[in-house]
């Protein structure tokens, strides 16, 4: 066996040399990508039947078991007899062969000191492989993410160091980590903002708002997006810093870092792997195609949901981050998540590709990247496949039946899928106009695919914005209740169903403990679900169960931390309070629901009962002024013809007393 190793560098150009130093030409591209996999993935053993997929996946199999048989064969006669382990149908790279610098790169970035740091920075000669490209549809795969992972951890590395060296006071060493991420990557923003700050240090805040507004165009003109509000803030902290006097010895007269400033009071994480998924980027060049984008994220947000060892952010939370340059700590400490996915998604003709990464927000590394491509319709194969490699990267014993077990293809029919996508699209933006459209466009999903159970679903919780918005018929109400019956019946083990159903049963039609019992189904399938938590929390006020309802919304909230729809969360905690008479708790909550949403009737109305009954009776007036401003129609009889299905009459009359008691007429 060799006793010295054989020198190999994968990052940037192919290039082996021998012992002696000496250069050694393989002169075969595939015999090189072979060797260059080997390494990478040492001590790895693969099957033989992969590495010819990998390399002569376009062959026949015989011609294929033939390459990859001399390949093998020159390899030994280049390495060493012994270079390579044949056990069966597997094979690997032995031990202590060859010293490649991938490895090497992955094992400084673990020690994270400054010394490894330089080294990871100076060994990172440019992107996996530069000189190797191979007409493989595996090869190309497999190349692409690498390549896509190490430029990530590369970057990382070098805004870390440049970090490093500006805390040490060596500006030229962290201006030139910073540059040379830029170089890169020139949308990375903590580069960018490592530079403000090391110009800033040193004394050059004109050159450090320069770039901050080149910055500023360079986002709008690439992503048409602002810079993000840590970057926003030190600027605006650089702009009035401008005329202050600078402080006796300080070289830039400002000592704010960004990277350490809170921008809220971070969440705990919780006691299980926590992940958000991030809204995928639109790369189709069609704006019309973000509704497609966005339906891929719902949809492996709800695969994710799935497992029950997993705390997944609800969907609203993430989707606030759309649009924006992201600090991945910042949303880390906002979510109060681990790990991070973010991806892109390219629709072109009757091909979709979509890639991914999963950073580990508590290091800054990139656990996991890959793409997924192939025809439209295999979509739902691309989504399963993007989750269960989610979920493989954070538990890498997961057992592949869990897997297969969390796997789900609401929509059979690509055309329904195109329909239902959309009509969740509209559904969202939570107007009368849009809500009818939602409807039309998840009835034409039900025409096309009629054993859709997330399409009757959706439509069905359609019904629940026409209640909101004003009163429902006899016949929307049976239409709801048909379309709720019919979901649970298609969808028997799809939480989304039960929780909607369950729901729709309870508030439109009134069957509050069907109602109630369809969410408890829902939650036992997947305790991920904040949508399930909010409806249960709602339903367990009108069935007067306040204490679980306030611990519902809590549930809710904490999975679904910055969701626009947070006020009806908080909304429900005051009326949960409310009804529990603890009322200056109740005006709490509501106060807290108004600061989301100002002008919304509803959190209005459980704020003025609420101060109205704890004797607030001056705060009482003024929101109820407020009200009246808004909806000079109000009236006490209008209110209790649109209240909540509440199994105790009393308490509806208890909320109506206490707002003729703050003056809504009758």
């Known amino acids: 066996m060799p006793t010295s190793k054989f020198q190999l560098s994968l990052l940037g150009r192919f290039e082996l040399c021998g012992p002696d130093g000496r250069h050694i030409d393989l002169?075969?591209?595939?015999?090189?990508?072979?060797?260059?996999?080997?390494a990478c993935t040492a001590p790895q053993a693969h099957g033989r039947d992969k590495l010819m997929t990998l390399l002569w996946g376009s062959h026949f199999d015989a011609q294929a078991r033939q390459n990859l048989?001399?390949?093998?064969?020159?390899?030994?006669?280049?390495?060493?007899?012994?270079?390579?382990?044949?056990?069966?149908?597997s094979v690997s790279l032995r031990h202590g062969v060859i010293a490649c610098d991938v490895p090497r790169f992955e094992a400084l970035l673990a020690d994270g000191s400054l010394g490894a740091l330089k080294e990871v920075?100076?060994?990172?000669?440019?992107?996996?492989?530069?000189?190797?490209?191979?007409?493989?549809?595996?090869?190309?795969?497999?190349?692409?993410?690498?390549?896509?992972r190490l430029e990530g951890l590369a970057l990382d590395a070098m805004v870390k160091l440049g970090e490093q060296e500006l805390g040490a006071g060596n500006h030229e060493p962290a201006l030139s980590a910073a540059n040379r991420a830029i170089a890169i990557s020139g949308l990375r923003e903590d580069a960018h903002r490592l530079v403000m700050r090391v110009l800033t240090a040193s004394g050059r805040r004109a050159d450090a708002l320069r770039h901050y507004e080149d910055l500023t165009a360079l986002l709008k003109r690439e992503l048409t997006v602002d810079p993000d509000p840590v970057t926003k803030a030190f600027a605006a902290e650089l702009r009035r810093s401008q005329t202050a006097q600078p402080r006796a010895g300080a070289a830039s007269g400002l000592s704010f870092a960004p990277e350490t400033q809170p921008q809220s009071i971070p969440l705990p994480l919780p006691d299980r792997p926590s992940i958000a998924v991030l809204p995928f980027t639109n790369m189709s060049g069609d704006p019309e195609q973000e509704y497609f984008a966005d339906g891929m994220v719902d949809d492996i947000i709800s695969g994710l949901s799935r497992f029950r060892w997993l705390?997944?952010?609800?969907?609203?939370?993430?989707f606030t981050y759309k649009g924006r340059a992201l600090d991945v700590k910042q949303v880390s400490r906002e979510l109060g998540v681990r790990y991070l996915l973010e991806g892109s998604v390219r629709k072109s003709a009757n091909r979709i590709r979509i890639a991914g990464q999963l950073i580990d927000t508590s290091s800054g590394t990139h656990l996991w990247a890959d793409r997924?491509?192939?025809a439209l319709?295999?979509?739902?194969?691309?989504?399963?496949?993007?989750?269960?490699?989610?979920?493989?990267?954070?538990?890498p014993r997961l057992q592949q039946a869990e897997i297969e077990r969390a796997r789900r293809k609401p929509i059979e029919s690509l055309g329904a899928y195109d329909f239902f996508l959309r009509g969740r699209a509209n559904f969202y933006k939570w107007t009368r106009e849009a809500n009818k459209e939602a409807l039309r466009l998840y009835y034409k999903a039900?025409?096309?695919?009629?054993?859709?159970?997330?399409?009757?679903?959706?439509?069905?919780?359609?019904?629940?914005?026409?209640?909101?918005?004003?009163?429902?018929?006899?016949?929307?109400v049976a239409e709801a209740r048909r379309l709720a019956l019919c979901a649970v019946q298609l969808g028997k083990d799809d939480s989304t169903a039960f929780s909607s159903a369950g729901f729709v049963l309870a508030y439109v039609a009134g069957e509050l403990e069907d109602g109630a019992a369809f969410l408890d189904r829902a939650l036992l399938m997947n305790p991920n679900s904040a949508s399930a938590w909010y409806f249960s929390g709602w339903v367990q006020v009108y069935l007067g169960e306040a204490d679980r309802a306030i611990e519902s919304f809590a549930h809710a909230m904490r999975l679904n931390p910055i969701d626009p729809g947070l006020s009806g969360m908080q909304q429900g905690t005051a009326c949960a309070h409310f009804f529990a008479g603890?009322?200056?708790?109740?005006?709490?909550?509501?106060?807290?629901?108004?600061?989301?949403?100002?002008?919304?009737?509803?959190?209005?109305?459980?704020?003025?009962?609420?101060?109205?009954l704890a004797g607030r009776d001056d705060e009482a007036k003024r929101l109820m002024a407020r009200l009246l401003a808004i909806g000079p129609e109000l009236t006490i009889s209008s209110l209790l013809q649109n209240l909540g299905p509440y199994r105790h009459p009393e308490h509806a009359a208890k909320f109506a007393e206490a707002l003729r008691k703050a003056g809504l007429p009758g």
């Open 27 to 38: 002169t075969s591209k595939k015999l090189a990508a072979l060797l260059a996999f080997l």
């Open 69 to 89: 048989r001399q390949a093998l064969t020159r390899l030994r006669r280049v390495l060493g007899e012994e270079a390579l382990v044949s056990s069966g149908e």
């Open 121 to 148: 920075v100076g060994s990172y000669r440019g992107r996996l492989l530069a000189d190797i490209e191979i007409p493989e549809e595996a090869w190309t795969e497999w190349l692409a993410a690498e390549r896509l």
């Open 311 to 318: 705390f997944v952010i609800a969907r609203n939370s993430s």
């Open 372 to 374: 997924f491509q192939g």
């Open 377 to 395: 319709e295999d979509v739902f194969e691309l989504q399963d496949k993007v989750t269960a490699s989610v979920v493989g990267a954070i538990a």
């Open 446 to 476: 039900i025409e096309l695919d009629p054993d859709s159970c997330a399409a009757y679903a959706s439509a069905a919780l359609c019904f629940c914005a026409c209640k909101a918005f004003g009163l429902v018929t006899k016949q929307e």
């Open 582 to 612: 603890r009322y200056d708790e109740a005006v709490k909550w509501a106060k807290m629901a108004l600061r989301e949403l100002p002008d919304s009737r509803s959190a209005l109305r459980i704020g003025i009962a609420s101060c109205a």
